[in-house]
């Protein structure tokens, strides 16, 4: 059934429509599917190595050449700073080199066959083939760089793509796979469904899907995975709460930038922003004062300005939600260090907590907003408790110039990665990225995910009788 009302895509810092699109129904994903699954059985067409590698550093370089516009409608559409949406365009670039690099990895094995005497007279050798069709479900929070992570890793395993973007920011998706297209991608190859959750579901979980790539809430993902069809991999993208312990011995004039960048990035709403900062008791007032120092500096307002640090939340329901989670911890004894009111409908003051309630919204749920929270400490084994005592366990950091220590902690710390002396949203795309517990499933990167989209396959001949000795 169609949805009779369009989709309208608004700018998050004022709510002005940038864009209205409309929904596909389900005859028209069905189709896709279709088109998808026709062009993986067509085994002739499969595109050999090399023409994909070409491709891909086609892509990479018509992505370069609009580098300014796809920044801008990152920043128009995403909300994220002007600056920081230039940032996510030469990371997607990269991401496009990597991917094309990632192909000549692909390359099958043999397999010893004379371990028995069962396998004399015979060889054996694996070959990389593709797993078949992906329906990628996509966030909003990196418009353009979180579909490079789902969209390239297909082009090089050679499969079949159909992505869904969030509905929030569906047209630096669009633009892009129109990029795909003119890098020589068959179309069949590389599909767009902007579709309702409903529609969106049945897609996902039909037979014809080989593979589940999901970007966004763990209660979707994994309310996703349970209805998956039997035979369909996947892969999950989750948040975390990250905690960062910061040592007596911590260099603080050094921690500080760093963290106030992993803190308020995209105003927060990044899946390992820096969330819970555990301080040793000894140099907390300093660190406070610092840090509260620091945050204050930074400029809110217009995404698209060149200065601006802080943009809006993606919706102002999340205004009022983050408001809400603030609101609790300060009734239940957090102190507000700074900012904890809303700047607008659309935007939230950076804010720091310190001591919120162990039981608080902002203490153990993913706040995605800006908002960081400060607990003192007196001993580390207690720091580690804290920090490794909720569900979710993605990227954590540590601070300290003990490399004895570092290592330590780094051992203690639960999360896919643990950071030392930088904050714990640090990435670059040829490094795993994944989640553990309920933060995610599989592991993430460009090179991984393209992994997860091939399959092994073997081929043993029979080439004479087998000799007996």
């Known amino acids: 059934m169609t949805r009779a009302e369009p989709l309208i895509v608004r700018q998050p810092y004022d709510g002005v429509v940038i864009d209205e699109l409309e929904y596909t129904p389900w005859s028209g994903v069905d189709t896709m599917l279709d088109r998808a699954t026709a062009a993986f059985r067509d085994r002739d067409s499969w595109l050999p190595a090399y023409r994909r590698i070409e491709i891909l550093r086609h892509l990479a370089d018509l992505l370069r050449g609009?580098?300014?516009?796809?920044?801008?409608?990152?920043?128009?559409?995403?909300?994220?700073?002007?600056?920081?949406?230039?940032v996510e365009v030469d990371r997607a670039i990269n991401g496009v080199e990597l991917a094309a690099e990632t192909i000549g990895q692909l390359h099958g094995r043999e397999i010893p066959m004379d371990l028995t005497g069962a396998g004399i007279g015979h060889v054996a050798f694996t070959?990389?083939?593709?797993?078949?069709?992906?329906?990628?479900?996509?966030?909003?929070?990196?418009?353009?760089n979180l579909i490079v992570h789902q969209v390239?890793?297909?082009?090089?395993?050679?499969?079949?793509?159909?992505?869904?973007?969030?509905?929030?920011?569906?047209?630096?998706?669009?633009?892009?796979?129109?990029?795909?297209?003119?890098?020589?991608?068959?179309?069949?190859?590389?599909?767009?469904c902007v579709c309702d959750i409903p529609t969106a579901e049945r897609m996902v979980t039909d037979s014809r899907t080989a593979f589940?790539?999901?970007?966004?809430?763990?209660k979707v993902g994994w309310y996703l995975r349970s209805k998956l069809a039997p035979g369909t991999r996947c892969a999950l993208e989750h948040g975390g709460a990250?905690?960062?312990?910061?040592?007596?011995?911590?260099?603080?004039?050094?921690?500080?930038?760093?963290?106030?960048?992993?803190?308020?990035?995209?105003?927060?709403?990044?899946?390992?922003?820096?969330?819970?900062?555990?301080?040793?008791?000894?140099?907390?007032?300093?660190?406070?004062?610092?840090?509260?120092?620091?945050?204050?500096?930074?400029?809110?307002?217009?995404?698209?300005?060149?200065?601006?640090?802080?943009?809006?939340?993606?919706?102002?329901?999340?205004?009022?939600?983050?408001?809400?989670?603030?609101?609790?911890?300060a009734s239940c004894g957090a102190r507000i260090l700074l900012g904890g009111t809303r700047v607008n409908d659309f935007m939230f003051a950076p804010t720091i907590l310190v001591e919120p309630p162990a039981a608080a919204k902002v203490s153990t749920l993913e706040v995605f907003g800006p908002v960081v929270c400060i607990y003192g400490f007196d001993d580390a084994a207690e720091a580690v408790s804290r920090a490794n005592g909720l569900p979710l366990a993605f990227q954590a950091a540590v601070y300290t110039?003990?490399?004895?220590?570092?290592?330590?902690?780094?051992?203690?710390?639960?999360?896919?990665?643990?950071?030392?002396?930088?904050?714990?949203?640090?990435?670059?795309?040829?490094?795993?990225f994944g989640g553990r517990r309920t933060s995610g499933y599989g592991v993430g990167g460009i090179r991984h995910t393209t992994a997860d989209m091939t399959q092994e396959k073997m081929t043993v001949i029979r080439t004479a009788s087998p000799r007996t000795h």
């Open 66 to 86: 609009q580098r300014d516009a796809f920044a801008l409608l990152i920043a128009r559409e995403g909300g994220k700073p002007l600056a920081d949406s230039r």
């Open 127 to 144: 070959r990389i083939e593709p797993i078949g069709p992906v329906v990628a479900v996509s966030a909003f929070n990196h418009p353009l």
């Open 152 to 192: 390239a890793p297909a082009i090089a395993a050679g499969c079949p793509i159909i992505i869904k973007p969030a509905d929030t920011t569906p047209l630096t998706c669009l633009r892009f796979v129109e990029l795909v297209h003119r890098a020589g991608l068959p179309d069949d190859m590389c599909q767009v």
């Open 212 to 218: 589940f790539s999901f970007i966004g809430s763990s």
């Open 242 to 329: 990250a905690p960062v312990i910061v040592c007596d011995d911590a260099d603080i004039e050094q921690a500080v930038p760093s963290l106030v960048k992993g803190s308020y990035y995209h105003a927060g709403q990044v899946c390992v922003s820096v969330q819970r900062i555990f301080v040793d008791n000894q140099i907390k007032g300093e660190f406070c004062e610092t840090f509260a120092g620091a945050v204050a500096r930074l400029s809110t307002g217009d995404p698209t300005a060149t200065k601006t640090d802080v943009g809006p939340l993606i919706l102002p329901r999340e205004v009022d939600r983050v408001e809400g989670w603030v609101g609790e911890a």
């Open 401 to 432: 110039r003990d490399l004895d220590r570092a290592l330590d902690l780094s051992k203690r710390l639960d999360g896919g990665a643990v950071i030392v002396n930088d904050h714990s949203a640090f990435r670059v795309d040829w490094m795993p």
